[in-house]
């Protein structure tokens, strides 16, 4: 399976920087391309906490239920992502789908190859969608840790 996956973002990460200069792919390294990461920001300025209404508790509720899949997912694959330490910056379509994923490992993760992470969250990305629309495309920049471990408590 990591084969198919490191064959799918291999073609898509050599091939398409040269077609487009100024095009971010669906999955990209944070830093690598900032004029372009820039006109994404303001493509994509509302706030994963304005879609949810300014709630920070559900704003909370749906990057970890997101997060949650997307460990769920990794599982799935038998794609090891325990230890994973890295930014994330999420950017969604209006229908909660997601258009692009920009990723940073931080220096404190253990070291995964790169290619094989960009293609497990490319495949990810394709098969998720946020349980919230809204009539402007929206993001979300945050860290993110693997195993997660914080779990919703009912008052």
Do not use: C
Not at 48 to 74: C, H, I, N, P, R
Request: net charge negative; charged share 25%.
């Amino acid at each position: 399976m990591k084969l198919v996956l490191t064959l799918i973002l291999g073609t898509t990460f050599f091939v398409s920087p040269l077609l487009a200069q100024d095009d971010v792919q669906a999955v990209f390294v944070l830093g690598d391309n900032e004029k372009a990461y820039e006109m994404l920001n303001q493509e994509y300025s509302q706030t994963l906490l304005e879609v949810s209404g300014f709630d920070t508790q559900k704003a909370f509720e749906y990057w970890m239920d997101m997060m949650k899949q997307m460990e769920d997912y990794a599982k799935k694959l038998r794609f090891d992502i325990k230890g994973i330490k890295l930014w994330l910056h999420v950017f969604w379509n209006e229908d909660g789908t997601i258009s692009h994923i920009g990723y940073m490992l931080r220096p404190d993760s253990r070291n995964i190859d790169n290619l094989e992470l960009a293609a497990f969250l490319k495949t990810f990305s394709g098969r998720y969608k946020l349980p919230v629309s809204s009539t402007r495309k929206f993001s979300h920049y945050t860290g993110a840790n693997f195993p997660i471990y914080s779990e919703k408590v009912d008052n």
